[in-house]
């Protein structure tokens, strides 16, 4: 009895130590996080401190690198939500249709090729995405429509849709793999086809799942440096035009730390506040999400 009560003893302290490690690594993360976010906005109210919060929000050139300077980060905005929005546009039904076939449709040998294939597509370096829009993309794009830049936000676009189509088919499929074959075999007995089972049963059953992949995606697409940085040019235009150049967020923030900025000068705070909008929208597009799947998980 005393040596059970001895090995008990131990298995209790081995999982204390466990548990106390668990926590610590999950402190680490968390410490991380918030340094992060006070070095970022630390900075930015300095800049803010410089700079007029209107003018920074409202203004329609950005210019800060040069003579007379100007703040307004519109432009930069206007270039990373249009780039995110027709890669979005691309990837995430092409994604969600990959997601549907593969656990709906495919057998298991067709299964087994095309999400290794995948995966090489998201394992692929993103400044190689990007020499692939500036080399392939743009001409094909130059010969459809004349007009196309040489630098332009279809092919970062395109490009980036490309990249993140992995991504959004990946976790997709696995949040559709995770619904009981009993609902689907209960949904056959019904009388439903196999495409009502998908889009009517499984994809409303896994819409957590989908949704949070579709943000991942999105956020991935709107925070992508080397891509856009190379294919899209750093031009900062309040466009609307995918053909003509632009600048996005995280574009100039490259450009910038690229060039010989002084520590401590305006231009060089201009990073910060940059960083500060980036991540006060992706933190707004994970909240809308959250929301987003809690109305839809209470409806179904």
């Known amino acids: 009895m005393d040596r059970i009560n001895k090995k008990l003893g ?4 081995k999982e ?10 999950a402190l680490i993360s968390i410490l991380t996080t918030i340094g992060i976010v006070i070095t970022l906005f630390k900075e930015a109210l300095v800049f803010l401190q410089e700079v ?17 300077r100007h703040f307004g980060i519109l432009p930069l905005v206007t270039g990373t939500m249009l780039i995110a929005v027709c890669s979005s546009i691309i990837s995430l039904p092409l994604g969600l249709a990959t997601a549907i076939y593969l656990s709906e449709y495919a057998p298991s040998r067709a299964r087994k090729i095309i999400k290794p294939m995948l995966e090489i597509l998201a394992g692929i370096p993103s400044v190689v995405y990007g020499y692939f829009a500036l080399t392939f993309i743009t001409p094909v794009l130059q010969k459809i429509y004349p007009g196309t830049e040489v630098f332009n936000a279809a092919s970062a676009s395109i490009a980036l849709g490309i990249m993140i189509l992995p991504m959004v088919a990946s976790l997709s499929e696995d949040a559709m793999m995770a619904i009981p074959d009993s609902i689907r075999n209960g949904a056959y007995a019904l ?3 196999k495409f009502e089972v998908a889009t009517k049963i499984v994809v409303p059953a896994s819409i957590s799942g989908i949704v949070s992949a579709f943000v991942l995606a999105v956020s991935r697409a709107i925070g992508e440096t080397m891509v856009v940085a190379i294919a899209a040019g750093a031009s900062p235009k309040l466009t609307f035009n995918p053909f003509e150049s632009v600048q996005t967020m995280t574009g100039y923030m490259v450009n910038v730390a690229l060039g010989d900025i002084q520590h401590g000068t305006i231009m060089y705070k201009t990073v910060f506040a940059v960083g500060a909008v980036l991540f006060i929208i992706t933190f707004i597009m994970n909240i809308i999400a959250k929301l987003i799947v809690k109305k839809v998980g209470e409806a179904y």
């Open 10 to 13: 131990y298995i209790d302290r």
């Open 16 to 25: 204390l130590v466990i548990k106390r490690i668990l926590q610590l690594f």
């Open 191 to 193: 009388g439903s086809t």
């Open 52 to 68: 007029s919060i209107v003018e920074f929000l409202t203004g329609k050139i950005w210019a800060p690198l040069l003579e007379p």
